[in-house]
């Protein structure tokens, strides 16, 4: 783990994503959910001849491990319909988000993530919705290398 820049906040534009959504047993079950969600992702992008907008974008919607709502998706840059019922298409409102980059393997990202949530404290936010991960390259980098965009959204208390 090196979290490589500072932590700030800034404000979002809307946005929209191509998700896959479920609850899972995060250990035994979120390689797979990765893979597949992606390739859906992938098939809906190229019946529709669209392009990513970003690369993967992950959500966690709470921290129990076992039972995981989280959400695996990639940005795009305009609405599309879905004939897979398991990808949606969602909008993103403009927010308010608590941000850094993370450099290195992922299973060693837990400290960036303490720093993020103690310095969103420190500084008077509260969180409002999830913990975000934006992979900014992909695994064919070493581990050491990848970068990782971690985000949560804030409210001032």
């Not at 190229?46 to 919607?61: I, M, Y």
């Not at 980059?101 to 500084?123: K, M, N, S, V």
């Amino acid at each position: 783990m090196t979290r490589i820049s500072t932590i700030r906040v800034k404000q979002t534009q809307e946005k929209q994503l191509l998700i896959v959504r479920r609850t899972i047993d995060f250990f035994a079950e979120y390689a797979e959910l990765m893979t597949e969600a992606l390739k859906r992702i992938d098939a809906v992008l190229e019946e529709n001849h669209l392009l990513p907008a970003s690369g993967p974008v992950v959500c966690f919607h709470n921290v129990e491990l076992e039972v995981l709502d989280v959400e695996i998706g990639l940005e795009v840059a305009v609405s599309v319909h879905s004939k897979d019922s398991a990808v949606q298409c969602v909008k993103v409102p403009s927010r308010v988000i608590a941000l850094t980059i993370d450099r290195g393997p992922y299973e060693e990202q837990d400290p960036t993530l303490e720093d993020l949530l103690a310095w969103i404290e420190e500084q008077g936010y509260t969180a409002q919705g999830g913990i975000y991960y934006h992979y900014l390259n992909d695994e064919e980098q070493l581990p050491k290398d990848y970068l990782t965009e971690m985000f949560i959204p804030v409210k001032k208390k």
